[in-house]
């Protein structure tokens, strides 16, 4: 859940910046307080996702630190889902 919501997240970071940079150029804030609410929700999912998956790790639990790395990691290298041959 934490690694989709993070990458959503990814999303609404890029859709906030062209939202700026729409801004900048004199238009409506539509589209950055579209980006901003897409963040902040993907923000909710994902640290409420890492608090459970942690909740649920046995002792000794990893550190917030290494797991905010692990999370980081599995976003941006997506695991293939094909069955092993």
Avoid at 29 to 55: D, F, H, M, N, Y
Avoid at 58 to 74: A, V, Y
């Amino acid at each position: 859940m934490a690694v989709w919501a993070l990458r959503a997240g990814y999303a609404g970071l890029a859709v906030g910046i062209v939202g700026v940079m729409v801004l900048a150029t004199g238009s409506t804030p539509w589209l950055l307080a579209v980006g901003v609410v897409i963040w902040l929700a993907a923000a909710a999912v994902s640290l409420t996702g890492v608090v459970r998956a942690r909740q649920e790790l046995p002792e000794p639990r990893p550190g917030w630190w290494s797991m905010r790395f692990m999370l980081i990691h599995d976003t941006v290298h997506a695991r293939s889902t094909a069955a092993p041959s």
